[in-house]
């Protein structure tokens, strides 16, 4: 290897390298490779569960959720094609999936998870920052859908206006919009 | 945005601690994606599922008295009225769309097999075309044409259907396919094991460069050719996992599509020097690459031309895709960066909206050219509008003497500017191209590429045809190369190379099919050929087999050859090149002898640049499936590339060499290296 003054070229290498095997397993999953969509869905359990986790705040809703994105994209990764990138792809079943179990708790009329303040997941340590974290998580989760999504892919998931506009299909000044309704609604708490 | 302040509460969202997943639930999910996967992969096999009687269910009330007559009228109205309007419609697309190009260079080059459009090309896409629209339209039509009775009897033998319930499935079916991102896959019927090549763009189909007997022509002639689009076009294929088919793959637009470290000529009379060497074939150790590099003119800083730019742009439904117009909005800001007080521009729109968006305006004056920009809107069919017209029109009105007038057309494959006819238009371009107003065409997205169009067109009009797949290619094309495709310092460039039968047996071009011209036509001053523009640089390779090498393809002739050679030893061939300053209409020439001086033994002791021209050289011969592409393997064509790298400021050739390796995984090597 040549460490000439391309540094920066060295790093996006490793980058595109973790890309390249993603994008040839997908390749290799939509033309019905069994294996590769296995090692495919490994890769990406965690992130898809962290995800889930985040939307929802309970680690039972978040496994739910997980299970459904992965059957979801078992159906689904014949059609998938590469429009646009496969992670954001990956983010938008995922939006999906919680939306639709919220949806669903909805119309059973359950709420119990948005009112619980302290859950057994967190750690006893720091109960009192968790505290008031608490109270802006559970604020941020019961935000309206778009706003919701929009905060979170934006400082949850830390991800650029431009990236979270393609997940929710709706234009990058759109997602900003978004971003200052919530925090007009959110002001009482912030 | 506001996500960098200080103490914003919403940054501590991003310090959450999740607790990891349970490892059963883990494995449940896995388990139930794989069998969700099988499930479809097995779904695809099996016929489609329907309605057994293969019609459609009219209604889920059973009428105890037959069908009452309503029913029938609004589906034999409706068939009446498709049937009226597919033929009107399908005349439209004949008499407005330019799907059928002939060629695209017809008048500058010889006639080589190159220049007749193939038929084939449609053909094979036909299949494609209708299998992707076969669910839509003629289902429905079909099923209800029937004849009355016929649609009645059906009515009675169809069992009565459960009323509360049937709706149900139905809807859940229709909200399973609103979870998922829908723009982003065809239905499932269409979902086939073999991924679907995205069909419709639209490539000149050539053949490769024939191997040539110096004995029987010696002297071979081309066109210099600065586009790149085949490049970005195959990268962009590749890096969505599809191999680019045959005709989509021009070596010398990859080849080119890299900066080279040529010296440059110091001087704006003669604007270019070459760069001539000789070194081994990589894929072939019996021959060697003849390698032609030059470089125009870089002219000093300080000197700033006006250009007046007119941007014509496509603003059909098909453009509002986050890879064409977005894309085009989000590159223009960088160009603005780049122009200074004494360029205008000027924006007219085409198909959807049509009209001037901007009348010429100071390119400093940037809050106006990027409030017009945004309210571009892509929506509606195409209008019939004189868009061309009309760009070319405001080009006159607003022309610099002694700059860059230039159109520039942005487009996703709809060349319905206003004139219909493909040769009328190149005519009219050709005719302003002679008045001073050149054309360039900016390619985007895929699916509906009218590839070939655009080679002719930018051919025709002297300008560049460009292919933007991303963000970073627009940054490459409108801001680093500006320089180069705003401001041209020679045109009708010609190279004539004449090889020494005493030295070379035979040769072979690499690359330029599209760009061949006869041997008469170099001296020819009417011929049109490629310009070249500041800064760029150009690279043509000749496989050439020295004599004595044995490694002839062709036997030699039994009775000998009848001329005697004029015998010059240590000279291998010949270059002539043919240039016109921007201003004049008279070409110059410049001749070079090709000596033993300039070979390499070793591809070693070859610059970084050739050896990354010739791994380029190597690829895009194997990845068009070449007769002489040799045993290369692509392990060792990105060694190749990598050993000639060099600094590589800009980044493109590591992206090359992850070009390669993709490349790899789709069309892997038939039989694993022996060493």
Same mark, same amino acid.
């Given at each position: ?46 992130r898809i569960y962290r995800t889930a986790w985040k939307w929802c705040g309970n680690?039972?809703d978040a496994?739910?959720v997980?299970?459904?994105v ?14 646009s990138?496969?992670s954001s792809w990956v983010y938008r079943i995922t939006l999906n999936a919680v939306r639709d179990l919220q949806r669903s708790r909805q119309?059973?009329?359950?709420h119990v998870d948005a009112l619980r303040q302290i859950t057994?997941d967190e ?6 920052e968790a505290a008031t974290s608490k109270q802006l998580w559970a604020a941020v989760r019961r935000l309206p859908e778009k706003q919701r999504d929009a905060v979170l892919l934006v400082y949850a998931e830390e991800l650029s206006h431009a990236a979270a506009a393609e997940i929710m299909n709706i234009k990058e000044a759109t997602v900003s919009f978004h971003v200052h309704e919530a925090r007009k609604t959110l002001r009482g708490l912030l | 945005m506001s996500n960098d302040m200080p103490g914003d509460p919403l940054n501590r969202l991003k310090d959450t601690s999740v ?131 016929? $649609?009645? =009897?059906? &009515?009675?033998? +169809?069992?009565?259907? !459960? @009323?509360?319930? *049937?709706?149900?499935?139905?809807? %859940? ?6 979870e998922?991102p829908?723009? $982003?896959? =065809?239905? &499932?019927?269409? +979902?086939?094991?073999? !991924? @679907?090549?995205? *069909?419709?763009?639209?490539?000149? %189909? ?116 986050p890879?064409?117009?977005p ?349």
């Amino acid at each position: 290897m040549v460490h000439a003054p391309a540094m920066d070229g060295t790093a996006a290498e490793t980058i595109d390298h973790a890309q390249a095997i993603t994008q040839a397993l997908v390749v290799r999953a939509r033309n019905g490779d069994g294996q590769a969509f296995a090692l495919l869905l490994e890769q990406h359990y965690e992130r898809i569960y962290r995800t889930a986790w985040k939307w929802c705040g309970n680690g039972d809703d978040a496994e739910d959720v997980a299970q459904d994105v992965c059957i979801k994209l078992g159906q689904a990764i014949a059609g998938f094609d590469g429009r646009s990138a496969f992670s954001s792809w990956v983010y938008r079943i995922t939006l999906n999936a919680v939306r639709d179990l919220q949806r669903s708790r909805q119309r059973r009329g359950r709420h119990v998870d948005a009112l619980r303040q302290i859950t057994p997941d967190e750690h006893p340590a720091d109960q009192e920052e968790a505290a008031t974290s608490k109270q802006l998580w559970a604020a941020v989760r019961r935000l309206p859908e778009k706003q919701r999504d929009a905060v979170l892919l934006v400082y949850a998931e830390e991800l650029s206006h431009a990236a979270a506009a393609e997940i929710m299909n709706i234009k990058e000044a759109t997602v900003s919009f978004h971003v200052h309704e919530a925090r007009k609604t959110l002001r009482g708490l912030l | 945005m506001s996500n960098d302040m200080p103490g914003d509460p919403l940054n501590r969202l991003k310090d959450t601690s999740v607790p990891p997943a349970r490892a059963e639930a883990r494995q449940a999910a896995l388990a139930a994606g794989m069998a969700a996967f099988e499930n479809s992969a097995a779904k695809t096999v099996n016929a489609p599922k329907g309605n057994p009687w293969g019609r459609r269910l009219k209604s889920i009330i059973n009428f105890p008295g037959g069908k009452t007559i309503m029913d029938m009228r609004l589906p034999i109205g409706t068939a009446a009225i498709a049937l009226l309007v597919l033929p009107l419609g399908y005349q439209l697309y004949l008499t407005t769309s330019m799907t059928q190009v002939p060629s695209p260079i017809s008048e500058t080059t010889a006639p080589a097999p190159a220049q007749v459009p193939p038929p084939r090309q449609d053909l094979a896409k036909q299949p494609q075309d209708s299998r992707t629209q076969a669910p839509a339209a003629p289902e429905p039509l079909e099923s209800e044409i029937g004849t009355a009775a016929d $649609s009645a =009897a059906m &009515m009675e033998s +169809m069992p009565a259907p !459960p @009323p509360p319930v *049937a709706p149900a499935p139905m809807l %859940s079916q229709g909200g399973a396919a609103m979870e998922v991102p829908t723009t $982003s896959f =065809a239905p &499932m019927s269409d +979902m086939v094991v073999v !991924p @679907p090549l995205p *069909a419709g763009d639209q490539f000149t %189909s050539f053949e490769e460069q024939r191997l040539k007997l110096v004995a029987e022509e010696p002297v071979s002639t081309f066109s210099i050719d600065v586009d790149t689009a085949s490049y970005s076009y195959m990268r962009s294929m590749l890096e969505d996992g599809f191999l680019p088919e045959p005709d989509a793959v021009r070596i010398e637009e990859m080849i080119n599509y890299f900066p080279y470290d040529y010296p440059a000529a110091q001087d704006a009379a003669v604007p270019f020097q070459p760069t001539i060497a000789i070194y081994p074939t990589p894929w072939n150790t019996r021959t060697q690459l003849l390698q032609i590099g030059i470089k125009g003119h870089v002219p000093p800083a300080g000197e700033d031309k006006p250009a007046n730019l007119v941007f014509l742009i496509d603003t059909s439904g098909s453009m509002d895709e986050p890879d064409k117009l977005p894309l085009l909005k989000r590159a223009f800001a960088l160009l603005l960066d780049q122009l200074s007080a004494n360029d205008t521009i000027s924006i007219v729109t085409y198909a959807g909206s049509a009209g001037v968006a901007l009348e010429p305006t100071a390119a400093t004056n940037k809050a106006t050219i990027l409030q017009a920009l945004d309210n571009l809107w892509a929506g509606g069919s195409t209008a019939g509008a004189d868009g061309i017209e009309l760009a070319y029109r405001l080009a006159e009105q607003h022309k610099v003497a002694d700059g860059t007038n230039r159109v520039i057309l942005a487009t996703d494959g709809d060349f319905n500017v206003g004139i219909e006819d493909p040769e009328q238009l190149e005519d009219f371009i050709k005719a302003r191209r002679d008045s001073g107003i050149t054309l360039s065409v900016l390619g985007f997205g895929r699916g509906n590429l009218g590839d070939d169009t655009m080679q002719a067109l930018a051919q025709n009009g002297n300008g560049n045809a460009s292919y933007i797949s991303d963000f970073r290619e627009a940054q490459k094309v409108l801001v680093q190369e500006i320089g180069g495709t705003l401001e041209m310092i020679a045109k009708d460039v010609k190279i004539q190379v004449e090889f020494n039968p005493a030295m070379v047996s035979e040769y072979r071009l690499i690359g330029y099919e599209t760009r061949a011209l006869n041997r008469e036509d170099f001296n020819n001053d009417k011929v049109d050929a490629g310009d070249i523009g500041a800064g760029h640089s150009v690279t043509a390779l000749y496989e050439i087999t020295p004599v004595g090498s044995g490694g002839e393809l062709v036997d030699p002739l039994r009775y000998g050859s009848a001329s005697q050679p004029i015998a010059r030893s240590g000279e291998w061939a010949f270059l002539r090149l043919r240039y016109k300053l921007p201003q004049s209409e008279v070409s110059q020439l410049i001749e070079q002898p090709i000596t033993s001086d300039m070979v390499h033994s070793d591809i070693a002791q070859a610059s970084d640049d050739m050896r990354f021209a010739a791994a380029i050289a190597a690829f895009g011969q194997k990845l068009r499936g070449s007769n002489y592409s040799g045993e290369m393997s692509w392990d060792a064509i990105a060694a190749l590339a990598r050993s000639g790298r060099g600094t590589d400021e800009s980044g493109y050739r590591n992206e090359f060499l992850q070009l390669v390796q993709t490349a790899k995984a789709l069309k892997p090597d038939a039989v694993p290296a022996v060493n």
